[in-house]
C-alpha cells in the first residue's frame, strides 16, 4: 500500500511540473500588451496626439521597414482614419489620425513580438468630438502610408507577408520551446521511473 502511495505521489508531481512547463513557456515568450491611447471603452471628446499601443518587451522590425506591423482606426461602419503612417519606438507602436463623425471606433493593431511572433488585437472606443475638433472624411480602404490605399487582406496573410527572417525566426523559437518542454518531460518521466525502481527495489528488500 505504502509502494502504491509513494508511486503514485511521484507520476503526479511529474505530471504537475510537465504542465507547469507546457502552460509557462509559451506564456512568457510573446509580448503582451500593457497600455494603450484611448484605452479599451473610453470616451474621446479630444484627438488624442497619438493613437498608440504599449507593450511589455522591445518590438522586433528586423528588416526596419515595419513588416509585420499595423495599427488603423476603423469607425463603424468600416472608414479609415489616419494617413497609414506608423512610428515603432522600442516597445510601442503609435500612428496619428484625425476621427470621422460621433460614434463607435475601433483601433486594430498588429505587432512583432521580440520573440519573432506577430500579436494582434483590437480596443473599442467612442467618439464624442467637442465643437472645435477637426471632422475628417476618412478612407472606405486601409491608407497606405506615403498615399493610396492598402489592399484588404486578411490579418494572417498580412503576417506572412513580414519576410522569410520573421517567419524563419518565429519557427525556429517554436521548434526551440518544443524541445525544452520534450526535455524537460523526459527528466521528469526519467525521474519518476528511478523513483519507482527504487522504490520497488526497497520493498522487496523489506521482505
Ligand atoms: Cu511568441
Redesign the pocket.
Known sequence: MRRIIRIGAALSAATIAALVLLVAA?AY??NYLVASTPEEGAILTQLPEEFSVSTSDTLLDLAGDGGGFAIQVVDASGNYFGDGCFTIRDDSLSTTAALGNAGEYTMLWQLV?S???TISGEIGFEWQPDADQPISEGFDAPPACGGGTLEQTDPDDQATSTGDGQTDAATT?DAATVLLVAGAIALVLIAGVAIFLITVRRNRSDQ
Do not use: R
Open positions: 509559451p515568450a510573446h513580438s520573440d519573432g511572433h523559437v
